[in-house]
């Protein structure tokens, strides 16, 4: 199984921050990565798809980059409503992973 | 636009079965495959398996395989996980989530096994 690791485990920032978040597979996963918001009590919610593709509904300031086995997320101006953990999750093979997730605090 | 409708929380007894549903809506149902994922505090979020409803062709990761079993009911666009043998490390939230690249996510059902 291709194993998912995300950095750091957890983060704190302000309100205005950019903020990065990091993936890293255990071996290339073609771009097949994407980034799901999970706040408490909620589904995880889609984000971004196929390593760059912003879903439908998800503001600007989010993004993403990456290739090979190594992702990143980027929230450009940390909003209050972005406190949450995101999770990485491959799915260019099975069975398709997930990363165990980044919490982000405000500061 | 799309909708996973999960059943309500489940408390159940160590050893027997219970049945989860997922109601599909605002989509064609038997065009996109249907996972269903575990998430706990300690394994975090973990694929269970995944079912084509328009054939009803099935694959489960190996973990879970004789544990879950998937099924589809095309009549109400709804797909359903049996979980069997239940022991407190099956107590966990469940979910469905749709096709391959897990795009929707249903609510999540809290199962809870105890005794």
């Known amino acids: 199984d291709i194993q998912m690791t995300q950095s750091p485990s957890v983060l704190s920032a302000s309100v205005g921050d950019r903020v990065t978040l990091n993936c890293k597979a255990s071996?290339?996963?073609?771009?097949?990565l994407n980034w799901y918001q999970q706040k408490l009590g909620e589904a995880p919610k889609l984000l971004i798809y196929n390593t760059n593709n912003l879903q439908t509904g998800i503001p600007s300031r989010f993004s993403g980059s990456g290739s090979g086995t190594d992702y990143t997320l980027t929230i450009s101006s940390l909003q209050p409503e972005d406190v949450a953990t995101y999770f990485c999750?491959?799915?260019?093979?099975?069975?398709?992973?997930f990363g165990a997730g980044t919490k982000l605090e405000l500061k | 636009q799309v909708q996973l409708q999960q059943s309500g929380a489940e408390l159940v007894k160590p050893g027997t079965s219970v049945k989860l549903s997922c109601k599909a809506s605002?989509?064609?149902?038997?065009?996109?495959?249907m996972n269903w994922i575990k998430q706990t505090t300690g394994q975090g979020l973990e694929w269970i398996g995944i079912?084509?409803?328009?054939?009803?062709?099935?694959s489960y990761n190996v973990k879970f395989k004789g544990k879950a079993t998937l099924t589809v009911d095309k009549s109400s666009s709804t797909a359903f996980m049996q979980l069997s043998s239940l022991t407190p490390e099956d107590s966990a939230v469940y979910y469905c989530a749709r096709r391959n690249d897990f795009d929707y996510w249903g609510q999540g059902v809290m199962v809870t096994v105890s005794s």
């Open positions: 079912i084509n409803p328009g054939s009803g062709g099935t």
């Open positions: 071996q290339n996963i073609n771009k097949y």
């Open positions: 605002g989509y064609t149902f038997t065009s996109n495959h």
């Open positions: 999750f491959q799915h260019n093979s099975w069975p398709h992973t």
